[in-house]
T-cell receptor, first 115, second 114 residues
């Protein structure tokens, strides 16, 4: 089985400041890793994913995440946030080849960007 | 717009009642997933269907059931409702069986049990 831990339930930050949202996972098998974002009153949408290859992956709106296998982490970062980044962010994993092939989500981190 | 449609958007009912939530997946997607989002338990996977067949089961209560119809839409039936069933229920879809992990979510159905 897999589990995902997002240590911070809320992260307040000022506009144009950098931010890091932390994600750690536990799994007995290799996994794919994801960040999903949920804007207010909307469903979740995929922000970025790590399947293989370069451990640093980027999204189209400036977020990046780095897969660290030794630390079983997949932290999400952005060097300069905007008001429009205010949302809830979910880290998720899915096993590569075995086990239940459904996403397991963390508890979410609410990013609050203040002017 | 993800292309996944859920109805109703809001539903208020009483304990002991039964409700049905409906989901239409994106055009061409064969898999449908149901997730429950609540403040105390976060996002919990309930069940997945692929092309009409149950593919994976999560933390779904026995009072809950789901099915996927030949036209690929899905329904989640919740019966003998309890206060603790109040939550946001999301449907998601994917092209295949979800191995890539890329799901497209609807906007959810908010259930309030009084």
């Amino acid at each position: 089985a897999q589990s995902v831990t997002q240590l911070d339930s809320q992260v307040p930050v000022f506009e144009e400041a950098p931010v890091e949202l932390r994600c750690n996972y536990s799994s007995s098998v290799s996994v794919y890793l994801f960040w999903y974002v949920q804007y207010p009153n909307q469903g979740l949408q995929l922000l970025l994913k790590y399947l293989s290859g370069s451990t640093l992956v980027e999204s189209i709106n400036g977020f990046e995440a780095e897969f660290n296998k030794s630390q079983t982490s997949f932290h999400l970062r952005k060097p300069s946030v905007h008001i429009s980044d205010t949302a809830e962010y979910f880290c998720a994993v899915i096993p590569l080849r075995t086990g239940r092939r459904a996403l397991t989500f963390g508890s979410g981190t609410r990013l609050q960007v203040q002017p | 717009d993800s292309g996944v449609t859920q109805t109703p958007k809001h539903l208020i009912t009483a304990t002991g009642q039964r409700v049905t939530l409906r989901c239409s997946p994106r055009s061409g997607d064969l898999s449908v997933y149901w997730y429950q989002q609540s403040l105390d338990q976060g996002l919990q996977f309930l069940i997945q269907y692929y092309n009409g067949e149950e593919r994976a089961k999560g933390n779904i209560l026995e009072r809950f059931s789901a099915q996927q119809f030949p036209d690929l839409h899905s329904e989640l039936n919740l019966s003998s409702l309890e206060l603790g069933d109040s939550a946001l229920y999301f449907c998601a879809s994917s092209v295949g069986q979800g191995a890539s992990g890329e799901l497209f979510f609807g906007e959810g159905s908010r259930l309030t049990v009084l």
